[in-house]
């Protein structure tokens, strides 16, 4: 019987989880590092696809899920598939994407500043700030103590490793799982969407998310995030600076290429610096795209090294699992390491409600769970980090073929249906 989960970590994945447990009567406390909420606060926004939906209106009380549905930005942008000089390869609209009325099946944009509010509502009482996790131990009647590095400890049933790509629970339990350098780079930017930047930018760069496919090396993502519609902050104020706002309308952009050609000295680079390589990479590129990188705001341009979670094999099922990043983070070229955090939690909170009423034992129940999520969890480690290495090819065939393959898909559309129904999970 698990009467008590210990989660360490106290990000997406772990914060429903810790709803879902609570909603199931199981008792639950979260242990977070930082020391106040405050700590939390991260601008960037991410994608919420259909499991993620679906796992968080299954662990969040009703009122809890109306307020995520209160909060995220809503549009009817579609996802285009282009070559350099803007011209589309394959476009398919939001309608050919949203195959259902019900909220739980739609996408939906959100800033992690917002999300991570919503979920720590209601988890005042379960969720301990300030504690470090060191490392744990399992006990002669096999439970599970965790230590910390304020001296304290607490003991539970089930101790959830939900720490991030870092983990230290990881680092324990499965020391041999690494994660590697897929010697990917990327430079990402945020262009503002401001009156005059609306005027200036094509609709498909303000309404649309775009991968733009050159015929040589590299790629270009860009996404558009309106602003969330309900602004939730912890003491009601808002973050300052633009990196750090959910207020504004922006256009985000991603360049990919691999690590070795960029410059040795690029990590020293600041956003101003950034910005003139990558225009000087695309200086053959479409106007439009040229301009959307060149009118970003130099502060929130930064380089970020790719790195992604290696496959691990079954390991023994005991009283400490994982969940989220810690097990398989992933590069972030097919925007689905949040949502298959999500899925996880929700996942775990049916098997250990199939324990709470008798029907498993925790060791089954958590085996099933490890084995599901190791499925789809690698799964999605493998499409991002393919995704990854495509956008750092220099194989131009495999670059036409690619893009004929889109081309085709775009003038059949049997072929275009199918492709847009799975599109995003």
Same mark, same amino acid.
């Given at each position: 019987?698990?009467?008590?989960?210990?989660?360490?970590?106290?990000?997406?994945?772990?914060?429903?989880?810790?709803?879902?447990?609570?909603?199931?009567?199981? !008792?639950?406390?979260?242990?977070?590092?930082? =020391?106040?909420?405050?700590?939390?606060?991260?601008?960037?926004?991410?994608?919420? %696809?259909?499991?993620?939906?679906?796992?968080?209106?299954?662990?969040?009380?009703?009122?809890?899920?109306?307020?995520?549905?209160?909060?995220?930005?809503?549009?009817?942008?579609?996802?285009?598939?282009?070559? #350099?000089?803007? !011209? *589309?390869?394959?476009?398919?609209?939001?309608?050919?994407?949203?195959?259902?009325?019900?909220?739980?099946?739609?996408?939906?944009?959100?800033?992690?500043?917002?999300?991570?509010?919503?979920?720590?509502?209601?988890?005042?009482?379960?969720?301990?700030?300030?504690?470090?996790?060191?490392?744990? !131990?399992?006990?002669?009647?096999?439970?599970?103590?965790?230590?910390?590095?304020?001296?304290?400890?607490?003991?539970?049933?089930?101790?959830?490793?939900?720490?991030? &790509? %870092?983990?230290?629970?990881?680092?324990?339990?499965?020391? =041999?799982?690494?994660?590697?350098?897929?010697?990917?780079?990327?430079?990402? $930017?945020?262009?503002?969407?401001? #009156?005059?930047?609306?005027?200036?930018?094509?609709?498909?760069?303000?309404?649309?998310?775009?991968?733009?496919?050159?015929?040589?090396?590299?790629?270009?993502?860009?996404?558009?995030?309106?602003?969330? @519609?309900?602004?939730?902050?912890?003491?009601?104020?808002?973050?300052?600076?633009?990196?750090?706002?959910?207020?504004?309308?922006?256009?985000?952009?991603?360049?990919? *290429?691999?690590? /070795?050609?960029?410059?040795? /000295?690029?990590?020293?680079?600041? $956003?101003?610096?950034?910005?003139?390589?990558?225009?000087? @990479?695309? @200086?053959?590129?479409?106007?439009?795209?040229?301009?959307?990188?060149?009118?970003?705001?130099?502060?929130?341009? %930064?380089?970020?090294?790719?790195?992604?979670?290696?496959?691990?094999?079954?390991?023994?099922?005991?009283?400490?699992?994982?969940?989220?990043?810690?097990?398989? %983070?992933?590069?972030?070229? &097919?925007?689905?390491?949040?949502?298959?955090?999500?899925?996880?939690? /929700?996942?775990?909170?049916?098997?250990?409600?199939?324990?709470? *009423?008798?029907?498993?034992?925790?060791?089954?129940?958590?085996?099933?769970?490890?084995?599901?999520?190791?499925?789809?969890?690698?799964?999605?480690?493998?499409?991002?980090?393919?995704?990854?290495?495509?956008?750092?090819?220099?194989? @131009?065939?495999?670059?036409?073929?690619?893009?004929?393959?889109?081309?085709?898909?775009?003038?059949?559309?049997?072929?275009?249906?199918?492709?847009?129904?799975?599109?995003?999970?």
């Amino acid at each position: 019987m698990t009467k008590t989960v210990m989660i360490i970590g106290g990000g997406i994945g772990g914060l429903a989880l810790a709803h879902g447990l609570r909603q199931a009567g199981i !008792e639950v406390a979260v242990y977070e590092r930082s =020391h106040a909420r405050t700590e939390w606060l991260q601008g960037y926004r991410i994608h919420i %696809n259909p499991h993620g939906s679906r796992a968080l209106r299954a662990c969040l009380e009703p009122a809890a899920w109306q307020a995520f549905l209160d909060t995220v930005s809503t549009g009817d942008g579609g996802f285009g598939f282009t070559t #350099e000089g803007f !011209e *589309d390869l394959l476009r398919i609209t939001h309608d050919d994407i949203a195959v259902s009325p019900d909220p739980a099946e739609q996408h939906y944009g959100v800033s992690r500043i917002s999300l991570r509010q919503v979920l720590l509502s209601g988890l005042d009482d379960v969720l301990h700030l300030g504690k470090t996790f060191t490392r744990y !131990e399992t006990t002669a009647d096999g439970r599970v103590r965790a230590y910390f590095e304020d001296g304290a400890s607490a003991t539970a049933d089930l101790l959830v490793g939900a720490d991030g &790509a %870092n983990s230290r629970v990881r680092g324990q339990l499965l020391p =041999h799982a690494t994660r590697i350098d897929t010697g990917v780079t990327a430079v990402a $930017g945020k262009h503002r969407l401001t #009156e005059s930047a609306l005027a200036r930018l094509p609709k498909r760069l303000t309404r649309d998310a775009n991968l733009v496919i050159p015929a040589g090396r590299g790629n270009l993502f860009t996404a558009v995030w309106r602003h969330d @519609r309900k602004t939730v902050a912890p003491d009601g104020s808002l973050p300052t600076g633009f990196l750090l706002d959910n207020t504004a309308d922006y256009t985000f952009w991603a360049y990919a *290429d691999a690590a /070795d050609q960029f410059p040795s /000295d690029v990590d020293g680079y600041d $956003g101003a610096a950034l910005m003139s390589l990558i225009l000087d @990479r695309t @200086r053959d590129w479409s106007p439009e795209l040229r301009q959307l990188i060149g009118g970003s705001d130099a502060d929130t341009v %930064n380089l970020v090294r790719i790195r992604s979670a290696s496959p691990v094999e079954p390991w023994p099922t005991g009283p400490v699992t994982l969940l989220g990043d810690s097990i398989h %983070n992933m590069t972030p070229m &097919a925007g689905i390491g949040a949502n298959t955090a999500l899925r996880d939690a /929700d996942l775990l909170r049916r098997q250990l409600i199939a324990v709470r *009423d008798g029907q498993t034992s925790q060791a089954a129940a958590v085996a099933e769970y490890e084995r599901q999520m190791r499925e789809y969890g690698f799964a999605a480690v493998k499409q991002s980090l393919r995704n990854a290495r495509q956008a750092a090819s220099a194989n @131009r065939f495999g670059r036409t073929m690619f893009r004929a393959v889109l081309r085709t898909m775009s003038a059949v559309p049997p072929l275009k249906r199918r492709f847009a129904r799975a599109f995003g999970s």
